[in-house]
């Protein structure tokens, strides 16, 4: 999505070891109108596909999600990070590593708002190593949903997370896949 | 806010304790519409008045700010709840103390997203205490930011938020004012 990567190379930070900040426009502050262009790009590449939900994982997936949910007409889920105090019901739950923060969380959704007739696309700002988006697979199958895909902003293509969620057997659209940092600089895969 | 307290009305779920559950459309599950409709409400409450910044807090601020900031072509920002690897560097930050979970927050926004030339809007999904919204009138402080006003989608107005935020001279809209519980139902402040 070309939109998306001109505003990664214009706003973009490139930090040591492999870190972009994109925290200017995507999931610190956000840029609403960028959003909604990605939410009309998902909801294009999934098209006529039945969906009936939204699936992501708080904080920075809901804006993207809600994106796709507003262009879609469908209702948006967003797991949550650990059991709270008004999540104690009957869920469903994954454990999730998260590399940059060096910390297991559990993330789970209330079973009322993921059943076995949802067709469901998984949304999520950012893709690495994946392990946030396999435990939304996990969270799925548990609630024997059909999962049509997962759409993911930036997808850091030389890392294991991409590999993962196609030997899941989901399918994955990326808007921006990030094939290398090169002297500080964002090199895209070229399609 | 009719087709809020409609739907407040059809789905909320009121639990021991004055807890109100609105988790099938607000906080959990989100409708994308009604944020939508939700966004050009408080559009249209806050028109003419040169907003530059929408200011929330993760999660359940994120989607509503999102909608007013699409509605107003303006970025949004959410403070972050404790401060993350990403989030190392100058920030303005506040102390926010959640009754429901029983646990202080540090909550804190990345001093390059909010300047003293902002006009900002605060948006919050509830209104109870009103601890969330006075840490962001702290932090816009800090910011030297003027604030333009705070907008609420649900307001408990028999809690202290609301007048605690007025006492600070902020501007408040609430799109729905629950008066009280009565018998399981909710009644809403007649306007």
Redesign the interface.
Known sequence: MKLLEDRIKEDGIVLEGN?L?V???LN??????L??AIGQEFAKLFKDQGITRILTV??SG??PA??V??AL??????A?KKK????NEAVYSAEVFSY??NVLNTIS??Q??LTASDKVLIIDDFLANGQAVLGLIEICRQAKADIVGAGIVVEKSFQKGADLIKKAGVHLESLARIEAFVDGQVKFVEE
Chains 1, 2 share one sequence.
């Open positions: 870190v900040k925290n200017s426009f610190h502050q956000i840029d609403p109108d959003m909604a708080e904080s809901i804006a809600i994106m949910g507003y007409h469908v209702p948006v889920v967003f949550r709270s105090s008004t999540l940059t923060k959704v209330d009322k708002f």
